[in-house]
């Protein structure tokens, strides 16, 4: 089955600064790869997501790339805010069928004022 | 607010009870998947339901059972629990299981706070 490592773990940055969150996956068949936000307290978010067919989408201060040929995809976020902070989770999976996403552990993103 | 609700917020309750957790998809959305998220495991896939019937199963245990209703409302049941139960559990809508462009993005309620002590 998919197997989705994503990395960090944790990563602290200063606002202002740009954050990037990087996953592989296992999987060439996987075609869809959404991202979500997950705050204290709540349920994920989605924020954006990225199919296949499309290297880059960008969304305001928000972008996320897709590289097939290695299997990877990136969370781009610049001009970060403190109310960034909160765990991002990566997925990916196969669109066709029961679609059953694989996420990856996470990655708490803290943004220091 | 993603539209889809789950009730309770949170849970007490303790080892072989057996509790019900439910979810009120996004309207419109026929697919219904529940997840359980602990500290060490992430988010788990336990189990799909499409218009009222099981698509896809995961890591869910024989304790556990679901079932999607009529109105495609939703209902989690765990019984024997073990203190290893303990975590959040996810009920995620979308509004079909594949085979739409957008049909498979899922949202996510606001979760089950399960403690069993």
């Known amino acids: 089955g998919e197997n989705v490592e994503q990395h960090p773990s944790t990563l602290s940055v200063q606002e202002g600064d740009s954050a990037v969150i990087k996953c592989t996956y296992s999987d060439s068949a996987s075609n869809y790869f959404p991202w979500y936000k997950q705050e204290l307290g709540k349920g994920p978010q989605l924020i954006i997501d990225i199919r296949s067919n499309v290297g880059e989408k960008k969304d305001q201060r928000i972008a996320v790339t897709l590289n097939k040929t290695a299997k990877h995809f990136s969370l781009h976020i610049t001009e970060t805010q403190p109310e960034d902070s909160a765990v991002y989770f990566c997925a990916a999976s196969i669109t066709g069928g029961s679609y059953i996403p694989t996420f990856g552990r996470g990655t708490s993103l803290i943004v220091h004022p | 607010d993603s539209g889809v609700t789950q009730t309770p917020k949170h849970l007490i309750t303790a080892t072989g009870q057996r509790v019900t957790l439910r979810c009120s998809p996004r309207s419109g959305d026929l697919s219904v998947y529940w997840y359980q998220q602990s500290l060490d495991q992430g988010l788990q896939f336990l189990i799909q339901y499409y218009n009222g019937e099981e698509r896809a199963k995961g890591n869910i245990l024989e304790r556990f059972s679901a079932q999607q209703f009529p109105d495609l409302h939703s209902e989690l049941n765990l019984s024997s629990l073990e203190l290893g139960d303990s975590a959040l559990y996810f009920c995620?809508?979308?509004?079909?299981?594949?085979?739409?462009?957008?049909?498979?993005?899922?949202?996510f309620g606001p979760g089950t706070r399960l403690l069993v002590l």
């Open positions: 995620a809508s979308s509004v079909a299981p594949s085979g739409i462009l957008g049909g498979e993005t899922q949202y």
